[in-house]
């Protein structure tokens, strides 16, 4: 079974420029979250799709971090304009609705905002 | 906030069972307690987890108090590739589950040849 893909592994951006991230979850998974990552910390749950309807988006800084799930599918995650604190790793995960006690991760993206 | 209390570090000898201790002092009769690991450069990987009997899988055992306050995770034949990030959560589970994952910063675990 393919895992969770995501892209770019890595990018590197100045501040106040724009990025993307995208994620493909684990097929038949209803349940697609994106997380953050600082360096030294653990994850922080940004957004938290259903299908394609937001379940839960209260930790994601709306003036800047957008999220869509076209479809219930893909995912794709933009900060529109990138500050020097968002530099850190932004992780994908799904799960199936039957059974949201295991998410499954993907590798990551590491962002570095110069 | 995370509801759970971790050591930072531990280090174990290859070889050795690996006991990660995990308090959860506030838990709720509905929470569950969830171990997930990441290793250097990797996202994080389920584990294990239990609401009051102790659980066992393929890559660990989970022993829960009977007061369910506190709780430790074990790795009975620990290896160099289980060195890791592990995190200790606690969150409600099962078939009402939709709440997040809350993690705090863990126990980090050096497995020492």
Redesign the interface.
């Known amino acids: 079974e393919a895992g969770?893909a995501q892209s770019p592994r890595y990018k590197i951006i100045e501040k106040r420029q724009s990025v993307a991230f995208w994620c493909n979850p684990i097929s038949g998974h209803a349940?697609l979250?994106w997380y953050q990552q600082i360096l030294?910390?653990?994850?922080?749950?940004l957004i938290?799709f259903?299908n394609n309807g937001v379940?839960?988006d209260s930790q994601l800084p709306k003036d800047r971090f957008s999220a869509e799930r076209l479809k219930g599918v893909d995912s794709t995650l933009k900060i529109q304009p990138a500050k020097l604190e968002d530099s850190a790793v932004y992780?994908c995960?799904s799960s199936t609705l039957a059974d949201?006690?295991?998410?499954?991760?993907?590798?990551?993206t590491r962002l570095t905002v110069l | 906030d995370?509801k759970t209390t971790q050591p930072p570090s531990m280090d174990c000898a290859e070889g050795r069972a690996a006991n990660l201790p995990c308090n959860h002092s506030t838990i709720s009769g509905n929470e569950?307690v969830?171990w997930y690991r990441q290793i250097h450069?990797?996202?994080?990987?389920?584990i294990i987890?239990g609401l009051k009997n102790n659980e066992t899988n393929e890559m660990a055992s989970l022993i829960i108090t009977e007061d369910r306050k506190s709780s430790t995770l074990i790795l009975p034949h620990a290896t160099l590739r289980d060195t890791a990030v592990y995190?200790c959560i606690v969150r409600v589970?099962?078939f009402f589950?939709?709440e997040?994952?809350?993690?705090?910063?863990?126990t980090r675990l050096t497995i020492i040849p």
């Open positions: 969770v349940t979250y030294g910390q653990g994850p922080k749950l938290q259903q379940v839960d992780l995960a949201t006690d295991t998410q499954y991760f993907g590798p990551g | 995370a569950y969830y450069s990797q996202g994080p990987q389920y987890h995190y589970g099962g589950g939709n997040k994952l809350t993690f705090g910063t863990g």
